[in-house]
């Protein structure tokens, strides 16, 4: 297995714009999870999804972030509009089940809004 | 609401070194704590996973100690190498389904 897929792997844009960022977990995994990780505050839990469908979005910080997942395959976080404190690495991960299994990280997205 | 500390901050150490890291937290109600490892620009790889009934695992060198009732977990690093160097992160995943992490501990191992 590929582990997990996030693309792109950079994304530089604008403030106001809308920034997409893309997620393929590891084929069986019914859990997905959106994660932030700052200098700041660290590695934040922002979403995550149980087949296809949003738990919990407590973590997510404002109206302006939203999280799909349209298939098992497939998972997108959107901002818009884009602001500079958005900048982060933003982190997908999977697992087969929340509370026992071991979560796989994909390699990140980093995002720098100017 | 569930806090992960992790001390120290940094260790630098050289070649060859036994080495302990610590996390500790605040609310004992856990189904597991898992230590990663991050290297600079990717993405985090599970080291162990310990189940909340579990007092340790271990894979290769090293080894993860959890005492559930104290509220701390330590990874034991033997004989420690260059390539150990990243930054090891502790997360506990509560029973409130809610995996927080601490701020890592920044191991150099230096030749």
């Known amino acids: 297995d590929a582990g997990v897929i996030q693309s792109p792997r950079h994304e530089v844009t604008e403030m106001g714009q809308e920034v997409t960022l893309r997620c393929k977990p590891i084929?069986?995994?019914?859990?997905l999870f959106w994660y932030r990780q700052t200098m700041m505050r660290g590695l934040e839990l922002l979403i995550y999804?149980?087949?296809?469908?949003?738990?919990?979005d407590s973590g997510m910080p404002e109206d302006r972030f939203s999280a799909k997942m349209p298939n098992a395959s497939f998972s997108t976080l959107k901002i818009q509009p884009s602001e500079p404190r958005d900048s982060a690495v933003y982190f997908c991960?999977?697992?087969?089940?929340?509370?026992?299994?071991?979560?796989?990280f994909g390699p990140g997205t980093r995002l720098t809004v100017l | 609401k569930q806090e992960v500390t992790q001390i120290p901050a940094a260790l630098s150490v050289p070649e060859g070194e036994n080495l302990v890291l610590n996390c500790s937290f605040t609310?004992?109600?856990?189904?597991?704590l898992q230590w990663f490892r991050q290297d600079p620009g990717k993405g985090l790889t599970s080291l162990l996973l310990?189940?909340?009934?579990?007092r340790e695992q271990t894979s290769g060198r090293l080894n993860a100690s959890l005492d559930k009732s104290s509220g701390r977990s330590t990874l034991y690093i033997a004989a420690s190498q260059p390539g150990d160097s990243a930054t090891y992160l502790c997360?506990?995943?509560?029973?409130?389904?809610?995996?927080?992490f601490g701020a890592g501990t920044r191991l150099t191992v230096k030749p």
């Open positions: 609310d004992s109600a856990i189904y597991n």
């Open positions: 084929s069986g995994h019914d859990y």
């Open positions: 310990i189940q909340s009934s579990q």
């Open positions: 991960a999977s697992s087969v089940n929340r509370g026992t299994d071991t979560q796989y």
């Open positions: 999804f149980n087949n296809n469908v949003p738990i919990d």
């Open positions: 997360a506990v995943n509560g029973e409130d389904n809610d995996m927080r």
